[in-house]
């Protein structure tokens, strides 16, 4: 199935660093989610944007929704061990309820 | 708010037998829920869409007839893999959204099927 890709696949980053991952497609989308994902457990929702241009913020997370609709980012500021987990992207696009997953950026926090 | 359950959370059964999985939005109605599947270290696949009252929309290289799905309620979807073999060992989720399907969508805990 089709997939959106996600960038860095993986990071190891030392507690208090920021942290910034992206999603991108040769498609557009009209809304983006993140997600975390904990071992054996479903995933999370963290952010939705709705719109090109937007800029969200949850907490110490905040994701933008890429101007060309093609692309979207979260940062997560001043990272804590419990940030550790898989982080997924999601684009739905127009005239359709589902979303495409991105292949996830797996994040683990040094102490 | 916007709670999905799923059940059972685990099952371990024997290859050629059948496991049903239910997934419930436990305060909100679902028109459509969602089925994915997931394999060690990779992303979610969409299986296929369930819509209550109709038949489910299936993606491409998605067997019907061994993913058996149906949407009884707008807050009951069940997943039916019939005559599972080793090779369907896997982590199903389903999710579910606030809107028609549209919008946000939930998450289940997930079933951990072991094939045996």
């Known amino acids: 199935g089709q997939q959106l890709n996600q960038s860095p696949q993986s990071m190891f980053i030392q507690e208090g660093e920021d942290v910034s991952m992206n999603c991108t497609s040769s498609s557009i989308f009209n809304t983006w989610l993140w997600y975390k994902q904990d071992p054996g457990e479903g995933p999370v929702l963290l952010i939705a944007?709705?719109?090109?241009?937007e800029l969200t913020s949850n907490g110490r997370l905040t994701a933008q929704f890429g101007i060309t609709r093609k692309d979207s980012f979260l940062n997560i500021s001043a990272s804590i061990p419990s940030d550790v987990g898989i982080y997924f992207c999601a684009g739905q696009q127009t005239g359709t309820y589902k979303y495409i997953f991105g292949t996830g950026t797996r994040l683990k926090v040094l102490a | 708010g916007a709670v999905v359950s799923q059940h059972p959370s685990r099952v371990i059964c024997k290859s050629g037998t059948s496991v049903k999985i239910e997934c419930r939005s436990l305060d909100f109605q679902a028109t459509t829920m969602f089925w994915y599947r997931q394999f060690p270290k990779q992303s979610l696949m969409l299986m296929a869409t369930s819509n209550e009252g109709s038949k489910a929309t299936y993606e491409q290289g998605v067997e019907k007839d061994k993913f058996l799905i149906n949407h009884a309620s707008l807050t009951l979807s069940t997943l039916t893999v019939t005559s599972a073999h080793p090779e369907d060992s896997s982590f199903y989720i389903c999710s579910a959204g606030t809107s028609g399907g549209g919008d946000e969508q939930f998450f289940g805990p997930g079933t951990r099927l072991t094939v045996l």
């Open positions: 944007l709705y719109k090109a241009g």
